[in-house]
Every structure is written in structure tokens, then in C-alpha cells.
């Protein structure tokens, strides 16, 4: 449901995001200008799309608005803590907390009982621009690679690796009757919508905390082939629960399967941005051809 409280909270979730994708470098000199105090304390106002969405619809529980008042302080206190104990960024453990707390937040959906069921994309955003916020311009993470102004690079490598896994991903998803060829194929305008929709709110929010968190730091722990093969392990895991109630195992294989070259796409460049354009055109194809 469009109202105008509904709009306005999008855009106070989606300006701080497009902002730290499209210009990082500029918002992270203007928060090191900040004083500490205002450093840590400026993510409390994440809470105020959903103060607005909660009571325009008539849900607003003040426990809701405390969590999402208090968690992106709390994860930039950390990351702020994990800077100075941590300069070499090899990965302290507030790094790893965070990450887990933020990968078992969206994919138990922990919080979306705060929003209303259609409006759920608001939870993940609002924990993405906490992570971003955190990881970005507070801890200032090397090797993020999180830039969404895309370079003729980018889109190469992304495309390559595309190409790679789809024959795979065909294969073993046709043979073990997961995939499915759809009769009617979507019109030119259907493809770039859903493209440039996966893009920005399922592709990016995922490599940039599989490929541009969790395996940048990894790396510097177990190696380049080491940090590959657990992350697409865990992106595989993932997937668990998607499009069941119980174990898909067949989503975990192909989602896995596809992590690896989510991973390779990333770190040709470290850049998020490459990763991404595999990663949403992969989806794109999977929705709207063989889903």
C-alpha cells in the first residue's frame, strides 16, 4: 500500500544507501569529521522509516523502535572498538558477531514481525544501511570493493562469470527437477525491471555482506581458496529455508554452486559491484525463465 508515511520512509532508506554505494568516499570524510560521540550516535535515525510506517499502519510497538534504534549503534560501537584493536583487519570477533547477528537476523527473518508482511524489503534495508554505516565508514573495511558506480570491468567480469555457471547450473538443476522451463518468456521491459529490482535489493545487499564482508576478512585468515569455498559454502546454507518449510537441500547444492562464482566475480577486483552483476543476472534469468 502506497501512502505518503510509506514514502517518505523509502526514501530515508534508500538515500543513505544509494548514497554510501554512490559516493563512499565523500560520506566517509564527512563522518571522520565528525566527534566521536556524533559518530556512533548518528545511525539511531535508521529507526525512523519505521517509526513511520509502524504507526501508519497501526503497529508501532516502542520494543521495535528500541531495536532499531539501538543495534546500529551497537554495531558501529563494535566496529569503532574492532578498528583500533584490529588495525591489520585480519578480523576481530565483534567483526564476526556482527555478522552473524546480521545474516541470522534476515535469514530467520527475526525482525519482519515489526513490518507489515508486504513491507518487509523495509527490515533488510534498514539492517543494510546499519552494516554499510558500520563496516564502511566506521570500520572502514579495505578491500570491500563496495562501489556501485560500475565500471566496463565490472560488468565484464560479472557476465563472464555468469556465463560460466549457467551450462552448470542447467545441468544440475534440470536433472535433479528444480529448475523449470517457463512456455511463456517475459518481454524486453520485464527482464530490466527485475534485473535492475535484483540488482539493487537482493544482489547488493548479498555480496556485499558474503563476498565484501565475510570473505574479504576470511581471506586474510585462511586464503583466497579457503575464504572462496566456506562463503559459498555458507551462502549455499543459506538458502535452506527458501521456497519450503523444510530442508531444500537442492536450493543449498545450486546456491552453493553459484557462491563460487559470486566469489570469483569479487575477487578479481574486489569490487562488489562485479559480484553483483552475476549475481542479478543469474536470478533474473532463474525467475523469470526456469523458476
Known sequence: MITPANVVAALLELIPYLAMGFFPQVLSAQVRRLPTWARLALPTFFCVPYVL????VGIFRFQWLALYAMLPVAIAALL???????????????DFLILAVLGLAVDLRWFEGAWPAHLTIFNKVLLLNAGIYGFVLIRRLDGTGFDLRLRLRDVGIGLREAAFYIPIALTLGLALGFLHAHRVWPGIWAVAGAWFFTFFFV?????????????????????RYGALFVTAGLFGLAHFNKRTASFNWR???????AGIFYGRAWRAAHRVGASTVTHATIDTIWSLWLR
Request: glycine share 10%; hydrophobic share 45%; aromatic share 10%.
Open 203 to 223: 544482489a547488493v545487499p548479498e555480496e556485499l555482506f558474503f563476498r565484501g564482508w565475510l570473505q574479504n576478512l576470511l581471506e586474510k585468515r585462511i586464503g
Open 80 to 94: 569503532a572498538q574492532a578498528s583500533k584493536i584490529d588495525p591489520d583487519q585480519r578480523g576481530n570477533w565483534r
Open 251 to 257: 536450493y543449498v547444492v545450486l546456491a552453493a554452486l
Open 53 to 56: 510506517v509502524g504507526c501508519g
